[in-house]
Every structure is written in C-alpha cells, then in structure tokens.
C-alpha cells in the first residue's frame, strides 16, 4: 500500500518569496510517480509536476521545481517567486505499479495563502 | 472546452432521491476515474475504468452506482444516499493507466445531501 504524508495544514508565504511545500510518501514499489497538483477555490485539480523515480534530476515547471531525495522518501514541491493566484490547496500524490492498480493516492493537502 | 466537463456543478438531494453526475473528457483518453474528496480527508478514489471496463471499486457502497458507456464518458448514479455523502465528486481521466500519465480533472460536482 501507497501512503503520501503532508504535515503542514497551512502555510503562509509573501508575494514574491519562494515557498516549500513538505511532502513524504511510503511504498515498497521500486518504481513510482510522484505528483504535485493545485487545488483553486473552484475545485478543479491541476496538475503542476511529476517525477519518476528513476529520474535522476529533479524535476522542474517554470517556477514549480521538486526536491526530490529518494533515500529520504520526500518530494517536496518549491514554488519560487510566489504570485497572488498562487494561494490555493496543493496535494502531493503517488501512482505506483503494485498490485498493477496504478491508484493515484494523494495526501491531504497543504493549503498555502500568498500575502502581498 | 476545457478538458474534462463535470456537470451539474452543484446539487443538492435528499435521502430518498435519484441523480446522476456526468463526466466527459474531450481529451481522447482512456481511462476515466471518480474520485471523492470530503472536508479533511484525502481524495478518496472510487472507481476507475480503463477502455471503458471497471477495474476498481474501493468497497464503494453500492448506493453509487458507475456507467461508463464509451471512454469519453463516465456518469455516478446516486440513490438513497446519506447526509455523511456530501462531499466535492471529481472526475478524471488519463491516456491510461501507468505510473507516468498524470490525471486530468474536472471542477467537480459539490454535492449536499440533506
């Protein structure tokens, strides 16, 4: 089984300064996915980062970058230079092979509020 | 057209009601999902079809009944559902199910049952 552990319920950054979102994950698959996706006040996922376990550099989006350290089973998402419209849920999820059911689990969420 | 359409956006019912909630995605996949995401809690998968054939149902009670007709459309029958239901329902879909392919959502259908 999947499980993605998000410790902060909420955080606060100001406009303009970079953020870390923490973000650990626990499977016995060797070979996993791992995702970020924002969740605005309308409801829909977005999807902001993905990175393979096997990518060997971590992966980045524009200002969306991961900081992934395999040993320590922790993905954690920084977003750089935070905008106003950046406020919203973020969810670190998983998609791993086992049992071949490629479930996405997701964690419960960190909600981050950007302050001008 | 946005990627994945959910509607209704809202809906309310009572316990002894029938609705349905309607996905569709424009994005040529062909694995559609439901997910159900409640205050505090993680999203919680339900279903998830590939090709248009289940092949997940996390114990999901049976008072949630999935259609999907063809892969570019998926429906969540309801019926006699409880207060404890009322939760965000999302729709997704992907290119198919592997490690790689990200999931691509709807708005979701916010439903409140009173």
């Not at chain 1, 996706?37 to 996922?45: A, I, R, V």
């Amino acid at each position: 089984a999947q499980k993605i552990t998000q410790t902060q319920p909420g955080m606060f950054v100001q406009e303009k300064e970079a953020v870390t979102l923490d973000c650990t994950y626990d499977t016995s698959d060797q070979s996993y996915g791992l995702f970020w996706y924002k969740q605005p006040s309308s409801g829909e996922m977005i999807f902001l980062i993905y990175q393979g376990s096997y990518d060997e550099q971590n992966a980045t989006e524009g200002r969306y970058s991961l900081n992934f350290q395999k040993a320590r089973k922790s993905a954690n998402l920084v977003i750089s230079a935070s905008q106003l419209g950046d406020s919203a849920m973020y969810f670190c999820a998983m998609r791993a092979s086992g049992a071949g059911s490629y479930q996405l689990t997701f964690g419960k969420g960190t909600k981050l509020s950007v302050i001008p | 057209e946005t990627g994945v359409t959910q509607t209704p956006r809202h809906l309310v019912m009572g316990m002894t009601n029938k609705k349905s909630l309607k996905c569709e995605q424009h994005l040529g996949h062909n694995a559609m999902y439901w997910y159900k995401q409640s205050a505090k809690k993680p999203l919680e998968l339900m279903f998830v079809y590939n090709f248009k054939e289940q092949t997940e149902n996390n114990s999901v009670p049976s008072r949630f009944s999935p259609e999907c007709p063809n892969s570019s459309h998926l429906f969540l029958h309801l019926h006699t559902l409880q207060p404890e239901d009322s939760a965000l329902y999302l729709c997704a879909s992907s290119q198919e199910r592997t490690i790689t392919g990200e999931l691509f959502f709807g708005e979701g259908s916010r439903l409140t049952v009173l």
